[in-house]
């Protein structure tokens, strides 16, 4: 069983940036896809950015495209995601996701919530106007 953990989420104002991350509880973490996700009150799960299981290819959502940033250290079992330029409509709970579905990772935002294995229970994000 692999456990995902986000931290990193808080209250800022518009332009400032963050980074979350997201540990996973295994050294096997390296076999898996991952993804960022986010959810607004009263809107559905979005995908924001995925990377695959060696950093090499990454994918963002057009919203987030010359802002956000994904990463992975995988010997530290760890992915990231930088935001730079956050804007209010940025506030969200942003969860991470782990998948071992080996699709491409432009693929990522087409699969439905069952095909990721594992998920964070997630860090808020609040950016103020």
């Known amino acids: 069983q692999v456990q995902l953990l986000e931290s990193g989420g808080g209250l800022v104002q518009a332009g400032d940036s963050l980074r979350l991350s997201c540990a996973a509880s295994?050294?096997?973490?390296?076999?898996?896809?991952m993804g960022w996700f986010r959810q607004a009150p009263g809107k559905d799960r979005e995908f924001v950015a995925g990377?695959?299981?060696?950093?090499?290819?990454?994918y963002y959502a057009d919203s987030v495209k010359g802002r956000f940033t994904i990463s992975r250290h995988n010997a530290k079992n760890t992915v990231y995601l930088q935001m730079s330029s956050l804007k209010p409509e940025d506030t969200a709970r942003y969860y991470c996701?782990?998948?071992?579905?080996?699709?491409?990772?432009?693929?990522?935002?087409?699969?439905?919530?069952?095909?990721?294995?594992?998920w964070g229970q997630g860090t808020q994000v609040t950016v103020s106007s």
């Open positions: 295994r050294d096997t973490f390296s076999n898996y896809d």
């Open positions: 996701a782990a998948t071992s579905t080996g699709r491409p990772v432009h693929k990522m935002p087409e699969m439905p919530e069952y095909e990721y294995d594992y």
């Open positions: 990377i695959s299981w060696s950093g090499a290819n990454t």
